[in-house]
């Protein structure tokens, strides 16, 4: 199988836990616009916030872009802890 690093994709603006992709696709990255109140961010591979994870639970800073270059095949879903404003980019 070729891998391919995806640079630009579909984008949602999110501030709550919330799916982003039914079905099979690629997470090009998440930018964390906003932090704060103990901020924490979870990636699932699944449409709901069940295993398989994708990204075990981390604390994002403000202003970064998160380069996170992973396949999945039954869905996306995000889960948010704290005062988080973020756009997951993916394919």
Known sequence: MKNIV???GDFKNISASAQIK???GVLVGIFVASA???????VWAQTTAA???LVNTF???????YPIPARFSAGL????????????FYS
């Open 6 to 8: 995806h640079e630009a």
């Open 22 to 24: 039914d079905g099979p």
């Open 36 to 42: 704060s109140s103990t901020p924490t961010i979870k």
């Open 51 to 53: 295993a398989p994870i």
């Open 59 to 65: 604390t994002p800073a403000a202003g970064t872009f």
């Open 77 to 88: 879903y995000v889960t948010i802890s704290g005062t988080v404003d973020c756009t997951v």
